[in-house]
């Protein structure tokens, strides 16, 4: 669903689903089993190094921790989730610092954290926040997506995700949502409009079961593409 440009969710930087969300200050990171796209029932990983353990996932409101410039700004997939339960950033580094030492206690083989269902990087202490984190905590994996690509006055953010992904190669793979060819270090994810080198989510284009049974994403450099929701 795109909104139109006079839309009160985008000149306002919120949700569109106000009325239905269920903003939450508990728990954050919850189990992908609920989840449509990622788990569909299940929360075990799969495939790869990963396999048998478990991921979560967080949702933060989409738009007010987004950069205006995200490919998806007016027709996010948020614009249709109703009840999605989207977290309030009010104490989240708290709360999910609190949940991740019990996970870690939990699951001492390893987790996978799935990086935001809605939402993105709304700081740079909170990209900062995630670095203390896997210092932290050893056994987690990070994966997701970033718009945060420095066109929204965002470089801080932008260069704070990439000295991440430079320093944790084998544990946080956060791609840039935008069209460029993976190359080096860094990875990306493009809408459908790419030209260049790289693969469809397999997910969406029915060549696996879910997130679980794929983890391409954090498999290959190659540049994922993702057609319009």
């Not at 809605?118 to 909170?126: A, I, P, Q, R, V």
Request: charged residues 25%; positive net charge.
């Amino acid at each position: 669903m795109k909104l139109k440009p006079n839309n009160p969710a985008l000149i306002e930087r919120r949700t569109v689903n106000i009325r239905f969300s269920n903003f939450s200050e508990g728990t954050p990171l919850k189990s992908v089993e609920h989840n449509g796209k990622v788990g569909k029932g299940k929360k075990i990983i799969r495939m790869s190094r990963w396999k048998g353990m478990p991921m979560f996932s967080l949702t933060l409101e989409e738009r007010q921790t987004c950069p205006s410039s995200c490919f998806h700004w007016d027709d996010c997939y948020g614009n249709t989730m109703f009840y999605a339960n989207r977290q309030s950033v009010k104490d989240i580094t708290l709360r999910i610092f609190n949940q991740l030492v019990e996970l870690e206690k939990k699951y001492p083989k390893g987790f996978v954290i799935r990086l935001h269902i809605l939402g993105d990087f709304f700081s740079y202490e909170y990209v900062k926040f995630w670095e203390e984190c896997l210092e932290t905590f050893p056994m987690l994996t990070v994966f997701g997506y970033s718009a945060r690509i420095g066109k929204d006055n965002d470089e801080d953010i932008f260069e704070a995700l990439k000295d991440l992904r430079y320093k944790y190669l084998d544990r946080w793979f956060v791609r840039f949502s935008t069209n460029k060819t993976g190359r080096g270090k860094l990875i990306y994810a493009a809408d459908e409009n790419f030209k260049g080198k790289g693969f469809g989510c397999p997910e969406m284009t029915g060549m696996t079961e879910s997130c679980l049974t794929c983890m391409a994403c954090l498999t290959t450099k190659k540049t994922v593409i993702f057609p319009t929701h």
